[in-house]
C-alpha cells in the first residue's frame, strides 16, 4: 500500500486558520484603533469575507479525502 497523498492537512486546517486569524486579527486592530467608529466598512468587510469562506472551505476544501493510498489494482 502506497500512500499517494497526506497534505490535505495544510489546506483544511493551516490554511483555515490562517485565512480565519487573520480576519479576526484586522477586526480586533480596527476596532481598537477606532477606525470602525469613521467607516462601517471596516466591520463589514472581514464579516463578508469570513462569511464567504465559510462557505467557500465547505464546498471545495472540507470534502477532501485526508489520505489517498494506491493498493495497486
Do not use: N
Not at 20 to 27: D, N
Not at 38 to 45: H, R
Amino acid at each position: 500500500m502506497k500512500k499517494i497523498s497526506g497534505s490535505t492537512f495544510y489546506f483544511k486546517k493551516f490554511f483555515l486558520s490562517i485565512w480565519f486569524g487573520f480576519l479576526a486579527f484586522f477586526l480586533v486592530t480596527s476596532l481598537a484603533a477606532g477606525a470602525a467608529k469613521e467607516s462601517i466598512m471596516f466591520l463589514a468587510v472581514p464579516v463578508f469575507m469570513a462569511v464567504f469562506g465559510f462557505f467557500f472551505f465547505k464546498k471545495l476544501l472540507w470534502d477532501l479525502a485526508d489520505e489517498v493510498y494506491d493498493e495497486g489494482e
